[in-house]
């Protein structure tokens, strides 16, 4: 029997819960490497960062085949509407790409997300045809939002872009999860193995992690451990937890005692 548990987004259908950022690795042969051993099928391009224009210089694509890894442009570095609109133009022009992360920052030193300019650039950007998974604050209002403009997977933050802080805000990411029809990815924060589980076991759809895999000081092994640490919180959560008491409940049967 085949495993029909499968993440979709757009209407595209992905095995691996996992998706990883190709930023902050040491060189890109580090990055495919660890892209492969983390199993993911999606990878998020920072536009304005990683060359995937530039011929004369190394490529992405060189790497990393996006035949067999779905690339999802990003528009890490943008402060304002304009700028991510124009990136995210420039993206679908260069390689036809229509899924998208909106990412909208506030403020460069917290790198939190400026929720008007995302809430106004995701509404353009939907009705221009692009298929928009958004970065976006772990409020469930804004998540809802998002969702009714056109956004076709919400991505809020665990913690700061970065920090390894791990989930911050447990009921609030829960309570985006259960509301939702979309897809729900923690976006930002992860720093750990057992933060991914968290993630999948209170309900979310996948994963995004970027900076826990790429400044590891075993980032091979790190991507593994994020691997199967997704697939265990997934199953998990699937599986049904027992419910939560202060008194404690014997596991032997009370017949039948000696």
Do not use: H
């Amino acid at each position: 029997m085949k495993n029909k548990d499968e993440l979709v987004i757009a209407k595209r259908k992905f095995k691996s819960r996992l998706i990883v950022g190709t930023g902050k690795y040491r060189n890109m042969l580090e990055c495919a490497k660890a892209v492969k051993i983390s199993g993911a099928e999606i990878v998020t391009v920072a536009v304005r960062r990683v060359n995937i224009i530039d011929k004369k210089r190394p490529m992405l694509m060189d790497y990393i085949n996006p035949k067999k890894i779905t690339y999802l442009p990003n528009t890490a570095g943008c402060f304002n509407s304009d700028e991510a609109l124009r990136t995210l133009r420039l993206a679908r022009e260069i390689g036809g790409w229509k899924l998208v992360k909106l990412e909208v920052l506030g403020d460069k030193k917290n790198l939190f997300p400026e929720m008007i300019e995302t809430l106004k650039s995701t509404e353009i950007l939907s009705k221009e045809g692009f298929e928009v998974m958004v970065y976006c604050n772990d409020d469930p209002l804004m998540s809802k939002r998002l969702e009714n403009v056109g956004a076709c997977a919400i991505m809020p933050l665990a913690a700061p872009i970065g920090s390894g802080l791990g989930i911050q805000n447990k009921t609030n990411i829960k309570i985006i999860s259960q509301q939702t029809k979309l897809p729900v990815i923690i976006d930002a924060g992860i720093g750990e193995a057992s933060d991914a589980s968290i993630a999948m076991e209170l309900g979310c759809d996948g994963v995004l992690i970027n900076t826990a895999i790429a400044k590891a000081k075993n980032p091979f092994q790190m991507a593994e451990a994020m691997k199967f640490a997704v697939i265990a919180g997934r199953k998990s959560y699937l599986s049904g937890r027992i419910k939560k008491n202060i008194y404690g409940s014997s596991s032997s049967p009370k017949k039948g005692i000696i």
